[in-house]
């Protein structure tokens, strides 16, 4: 099955017909099943991997939110996170860019939106944050916060070029958790999260992840530490345990479900 989004494929298809020289993914869309013609050059420095908060009335924290109050997320993980850590809160479908979202949920009443921190960085919009989210209650999806740089496998000056630029610490932390994903057989339709923490001068390397069954009842979680130097080593490890506690199970729920993420997110709010 190919799972890259129609986005990424249109933007590698002018690499692959010469039109662009390099193209930068944020990495946690960018997923398996590029052209053998391109590669990942490099993964430049990390932004912060957590979800945020922004808030659409005065109330700033989740924790603070009436019951009843509606949040705002295409999510699907985000929404099961939600119900999760404050079940008097309810979710509802919101899509577009940042901005479009932003916009809709002044507009249409809703108590604020979660988002990605990193871009809300990217986009010079971080005084908008009103709360950084507790990266273990709502782990984020694998690579978020890192961006990728694809070019083509031909060009090897360009390859030498643009890995000047790469950040070890973020590349060790995303060979973890791609690895993890790669291993585990999860798809962009399973909500995992996955995030990986890298440590230079200790060299080790921890993982945590989570893995949502299909109601979003029943989540499994695992967390392992290994030697810098084997990243994806520890991605797979992770994933070992997370299949052994019963996540293939989830992962077949998800791939046999017919559902939409709207559907999903609908039967949320009942």
């Not at 809300?120 to 950084?132: F, P, Q, S, Y």
């Not at 030498?160 to 790669?182: F, G, M, Y």
Request: include cysteine.
């Amino acid at each position: 099955m190919d799972r890259m989004g129609v986005f990424e494929k249109e933007v590698n298809e002018k690499l692959l017909r010469y039109q662009a020289d390099f193209a930068v993914h944020s990495l946690k869309d960018l997923h398996a099943g590029i052209s053998d013609k391109l590669v990942i050059a490099c993964i430049p420095r990390r932004e912060k991997p957590n979800d945020v908060f922004i808030n659409s009335d005065n109330v700033k924290k989740l924790d603070q939110l009436s019951p009843g109050s509606i949040i705002g997320t295409s999510s699907i993980r985000r929404a099961f996170q939600i119900k999760a850590k404050y079940p008097h809160l309810k979710i509802k479908s919101i899509r577009g860019n940042v901005e479009t979202r932003l916009n809709k949920s002044k507009e249409n009443k809703y108590s604020g939106i979660v988002l990605a921190e990193a871009g809300i960085e990217r986009l010079g919009l971080a005084n908008l944050i009103t709360h950084r989210l507790n990266i273990r209650s709502f782990t984020p999806a694998p690579g978020q916060g890192a961006l990728a740089i694809v070019c083509r496998k031909e060009d090897k000056d360009l390859l030498s070029l643009l890995k000047k630029i790469e950040d070890n610490k973020s590349l060790k932390e995303i060979q973890a958790e791609r690895s993890l994903t790669e291993a585990i057989g999860a798809g962009c339709t399973v909500p995992l999260g996955a995030v990986a923490s890298a440590r230079i001068r200790q060299k080790s390397i921890s993982l945590y992840a989570v893995v949502y069954s299909l109601d979003g009842k029943k989540s499994i979680k695992a967390c392992r530490q290994d030697g810098i130097d084997y990243p994806q080593e520890l991605g797979k490890s992770v994933a070992q345990e997370l299949l052994s506690k019963g996540a293939i199970e989830i992962t077949k729920e998800w791939d046999n479900n017919n559902n939409t993420n709207i559907d999903i997110l609908n039967e949320l709010i009942e």
